[in-house]
């Protein structure tokens, strides 16, 4: 109650005191103290952590669903590649309490020049469940031979299409034949060793121009050894989206049904969403409207990180276009972890109070965000 009394006198200020008061140490104290319920003390929790992490900001392609396109093309964005030592830092710091490590999230991680150094460092700190997330094409010998040599769990390669038609007008910049090549040449690794290494993961967009063709894009990954199959539907899951799955609804279950059984007969493991309910049309689409239960589900403020190659910190991925709640340059995950901002979000969670992009979120409904990579 007192927290809402306070949060409707701040919002007759104005800008410049709400930004003063906001940082005065005054306020960081009578926050604390109001928010002192929302405190994890993560060192009695054990490994609990599900940490994504980005090690440098830019990608090699221009893939028509992503949002780095039009980053690229703005000019506002400055290659940063995360240094060793601050990798090392967090790797001190936040992997002896991590679960689930998830390298390359939205960039791509084999562009930086330090990647199988930062794979021993992850490895080394004992991570049960990681994974790395490649478009592919970077995938030389001798970083086939470093990833295979890792204790990573799984590799990730990105392939949303069948052919090189298809291939190549989703994934711009990439060439299908090499992009095949390589993973290849990753499986051929693998099996010339003696002990296991990550298996191979194929990350698959699911899209309305490609859907008739599902299961030719699984034969395709039976042929190139895949242990593991994940399809994601095109976000954003609305109308407007013309390459998102729920516009053509009838389509995709009866491609989903005749990649399932390939898949299945030929023992690969997938990862595929359920079919449409042809009868509940509103419910194939995002609604931006406050959902208590969801957001009871959602354990982000409390078990994920992710991190940018900055060393910034945000709670989660629809949230990294605002200001990071931390900064592992300068502070430690003490001082990060319990900060006002995490501690206003749990409550806010905790009490069904969401704000900003939790409003509506449908990221943790379904329960399978911190499962493993």
């Known amino acids: 109650m007192e927290l809402i009394l306070i949060r409707k006198i701040v919002a007759h200020l104005s800008p410049s005191m709400k930004a003063r008061l906001k940082d005065s140490p005054l306020a960081q104290a009578v926050g604390r103290r109001m928010l002192a319920r929302e405190v994890v003390d993560f060192r009695e929790q054990g490994r609990v952590f599900s940490v994504r992490m980005d090690m440098t900001n830019i990608c090699n392609l221009q893939c028509k669903m992503c949002p780095w396109p039009a980053l690229a093309k703005s000019g506002k964005v400055r290659r940063e590649d995360m240094p060793l030592e601050l990798f090392q830092r967090i790797a001190e710091q936040v992997f002896p309490y991590t679960r689930n490590l998830q390298l390359g999230c939205e960039f791509e991680a084999t562009l930086h020049p330090n990647l199988p150094e930062m794979l021993r460092i992850a490895m080394d700190s004992g991570v049960t469940q990681s994974g790395m997330i490649t478009n ?35 994934r711009i910049g990439a060439k299908f034949d090499q992009v095949i090549q390589r993973a290849k040449r990753y499986v051929e690794t693998l099996q010339r060793q003696e ?9 698959h967009v699911l899209m309305c121009s490609t859907l008739d063709r599902l299961d030719d894009f699984a034969r395709l990954c039976i042929d190139i050894g895949a242990s593991e199959i994940e399809f994601l539907h095109c976000a954003p899951r609305t109308r407007e989206n013309a390459e998102y799955a729920g516009n053509r609804p009838e389509a995709y279950n009866a491609a989903r049904e005749r990649t399932v059984l390939l898949l299945d007969a030929a023992g690969v493991r997938y990862d595929i969403p359920d079919p449409f309910d042809l009868d509940d049309e509103t419910g194939r689409y995002e609604v931006r409207d406050v959902n208590r239960e969801i ?3 959602c354990q982000a403020p409390w078990r994920l990180m992710q991190i940018n190659s ?64």
């Open 195 to 203: 002990r296991p290494g990550p298996r191979l993961k194929i990350n």
């Open 295 to 297: 957001c009871g589900q």
């Open 136 to 170: 592919g094409t970077r995938l030389t010998p001798q970083l086939c031979e470093a990833i295979a040599q890792s204790d990573l769990t799984s590799v990730g390669i990105s392939i949303d299409g069948p052919d090189a038609e298809s291939f190549e007008s989703i």
């Open 310 to 373: 900055r060393g910034q910190v945000f709670p989660c991925s629809p949230r990294t276009v605002k200001p990071p709640f931390g900064d592992f340059r300068r502070e430690t995950f003490d001082e990060i972890w319990n900060n006002l901002q995490y501690l206003q979000l749990r409550y806010e969670l905790r009490t069904g109070q969401p704000s900003g992009p939790c409003v509506g979120c449908r990221s943790f409904s379904t329960g399978k965000a911190l499962e493993e990579f």
